[in-house]
Protein backbone atom coordinates (compact mmCIF):
# COMPACT_ATOMS: atom_id res chain seq x y z
CA UNK A 1 0.00 0.00 0.00
CA UNK A 2 1.05 3.09 -1.02
CA UNK A 3 2.31 5.96 1.94
CA UNK A 4 0.04 9.34 1.47
CA UNK A 5 2.53 12.21 1.14
CA UNK A 6 1.52 15.55 3.37
CA UNK A 7 0.48 18.65 1.41
CA UNK A 8 3.75 20.01 1.88
CA UNK A 9 6.05 17.15 0.07
CA UNK A 10 2.80 17.42 -2.63
CA UNK A 11 3.56 21.36 -3.08
CA UNK A 12 7.31 20.37 -3.27
CA UNK A 13 6.71 17.65 -5.72
CA UNK A 14 4.72 20.12 -8.00
CA UNK A 15 7.27 22.60 -8.06
CA UNK A 16 10.10 20.07 -8.86
CA UNK A 17 7.79 18.82 -11.43
CA UNK A 18 7.36 22.29 -13.57
CA UNK A 19 10.92 23.13 -13.59
CA UNK A 20 11.57 20.93 -16.45
CA UNK A 21 7.86 20.54 -18.31
CA UNK A 22 9.32 20.16 -21.69
CA UNK A 23 10.30 16.65 -21.06
CA UNK A 24 7.12 15.61 -19.31
CA UNK A 25 4.27 13.42 -21.24
CA UNK A 26 0.55 14.12 -20.97
CA UNK A 27 0.01 11.34 -18.76
CA UNK A 28 2.50 12.92 -16.19
CA UNK A 29 0.92 16.22 -16.21
CA UNK A 30 -2.94 14.55 -15.25
CA UNK A 31 -1.17 12.66 -12.74
CA UNK A 32 0.35 16.01 -11.22
CA UNK A 33 -3.00 17.73 -11.88
CA UNK A 34 -4.76 14.89 -10.33
CA UNK A 35 -2.62 15.56 -7.23
CA UNK A 36 -2.89 19.00 -6.82
CA UNK A 37 -6.33 18.66 -6.65
CA UNK A 38 -6.73 15.62 -3.96
CA UNK A 39 -4.83 18.45 -1.70
CA UNK A 40 -6.63 21.52 -3.06
CA UNK A 41 -3.40 22.78 -4.53
CA UNK A 42 -3.85 26.07 -7.22
CA UNK A 43 -1.66 25.57 -9.86
CA UNK A 44 -2.33 29.52 -10.82
CA UNK A 45 -0.41 29.98 -14.21
CA UNK A 46 1.42 27.09 -14.32
CA UNK A 47 -1.75 25.91 -16.17
CA UNK A 48 -0.68 28.35 -18.99
CA UNK A 49 2.26 25.90 -19.47
CA UNK A 50 0.39 22.80 -21.49
CA UNK A 51 -2.86 21.97 -23.45
CA UNK A 52 -6.00 22.14 -21.71
CA UNK A 53 -7.59 19.74 -23.93
CA UNK A 54 -4.75 17.23 -24.78
CA UNK A 55 -2.37 17.89 -21.56
CA UNK A 56 0.36 18.31 -23.81
CA UNK A 57 3.24 20.43 -22.53
CA UNK A 58 3.43 23.88 -25.01
CA UNK A 59 6.97 23.05 -26.90
CA UNK A 60 6.73 25.85 -29.49
CA UNK A 61 3.29 27.61 -29.43
CA UNK A 62 1.84 29.87 -31.68
CA UNK A 63 0.63 32.91 -30.00
CA UNK A 64 -1.96 35.52 -31.24
CA UNK A 65 -2.71 38.42 -28.91
CA UNK A 66 -5.72 40.00 -29.87
CA UNK A 67 -8.45 42.19 -27.94
CA UNK A 68 -6.70 41.88 -24.80
CA UNK A 69 -6.90 37.93 -25.21
CA UNK A 70 -4.21 35.63 -25.48
CA UNK A 71 -4.42 32.57 -27.74
CA UNK A 72 -2.25 30.05 -27.68
CA UNK A 73 -2.50 27.25 -30.14
CA UNK A 74 -1.25 23.67 -29.19
CA UNK A 75 0.57 22.08 -31.93
CA UNK A 76 -0.40 18.86 -30.99
CA UNK A 77 -4.17 18.77 -31.20
CA UNK A 78 -4.87 22.09 -32.96
CA UNK A 79 -6.65 23.08 -29.37
CA UNK A 80 -6.98 27.14 -29.20
CA UNK A 81 -5.95 27.68 -25.36
CA UNK A 82 -7.56 31.84 -24.22
CA UNK A 83 -6.86 33.43 -21.43
CA UNK A 84 -7.35 37.80 -20.85
CA UNK A 85 -4.70 39.27 -20.89
CA UNK A 86 -3.70 41.52 -17.17
Same mark, same amino acid.
Given at each position: ????????? &? #????????? &? +???????????? @?? +?????? *?? +??NR? #??Y? @??????? @??????????? *??????????????K +??
Amino acid at each position: MKKKLSKTE &D #KKTIEEFFQ &D +LKEKTPEEVKKI @KR +LAMQHN *IR +LGNRK #KLYC @KKCYNPF @KEPSIRIKNEM *ITITCENCEHKNRWK +LK
